[in-house]
């Protein structure tokens, strides 16, 4: 079946600092592919999908390209801020039509001065 | 616009009592989900619905709970009877639905603690 592996955390970054969370997936198919963030005291929002191989979702200097080949999601930023604390969580949808979603278990990311 | 409004925001029953949430979706989105997410856990998905139909409720403990979306737009989800390990924040997401329209949209939860 479709599942979802996702980096434990929690992690702890210096402001500025390169960040990579792994995320594998298993999956028939063509899964679509998604990271998103729960801020604190909000609500899980979307940070960014992909659709297909070698797409590559970015948004407010995040990225994520899907790996076909090695089944991965990874999420980078390559100069974290004070304000990207906050959980992420990996997921995956079965189609693209939005069906059999699996999310990861989540990974909570704390940002320093 | 509106996002998914989830209601009620807290509620505290004791064990064997029933409980119900209550969830409206965005105005227009077809796709309407249920998840349940344990502290530290990740969302689970509970129950699909497009429209008023079922899509899946694989992982729907049908021995205590039940969720309905009769009209297609609002749903509730009720437990009957509550147990202890159904402490948790039970999520409504909403997109569109149709290929390539499967961004999900989340309200804010409602979280329940059973004593």
């Known amino acids: 079946g479709n599942s979802v592996t996702q980096m434990e955390g929690p992690v702890t970054l210096s402001e500025e600092a390169f960040l990579t969370i792994n995320c594998t997936y298993t999956a028939t198919g063509y899964p679509s592919l998604f990271w998103y963030v729960q801020y604190p005291g909000e609500g899980l929002q979307l940070l960014l999908k992909a659709t297909k191989a070698d797409d590559k979702g970015s948004n407010k200097g995040f990225e994520a390209t899907y790996r076909k080949e090695t089944t991965s999601f990874h999420l980078e930023k390559g100069s974290v801020q004070v304000s990207d604390s906050a959980v992420y969580f990996c997921?995956?949808?079965?189609?693209?039509?939005?069906?059999?979603?699996?999310f990861g278990t989540g990974t909570s990311l704390t940002v320093i001065p | 616009e509106a996002g998914v409004a989830q209601s009620p925001r807290y509620k505290i029953i004791e064990k064997r009592q029933s409980v119900a949430f209550w969830c409206n979706p965005i105005?227009?989105?077809?796709?309407l989900y249920w998840y349940q997410q344990i502290l530290g856990q990740g969302p689970k998905l509970l129950i699909q619905f497009q429209n008023n139909g079922v899509v899946d409720d694989s992982q729907l403990p049908k021995d205590r709970f039940s969720a309905e979306r009769l009209k297609g737009v609002d749903s509730t989800l009720k437990i009957q009877p509550a147990k202890l390990e159904d402490s948790a924040v039970y999520l409504c997401?909403?997109?569109?639905?149709?290929?390539?329209?499967?961004?999900?949209?989340f309200g804010a939860g409602t979280r329940l603690s059973v004593l």
């Open positions: 997401a909403s997109s569109l639905g149709g290929v390539g329209e499967n961004i999900q949209y």
């Open positions: 997921a995956l949808s079965g189609d693209q039509a939005g069906n059999q979603f699996y």
């Open positions: 105005s227009g989105h077809a796709t």
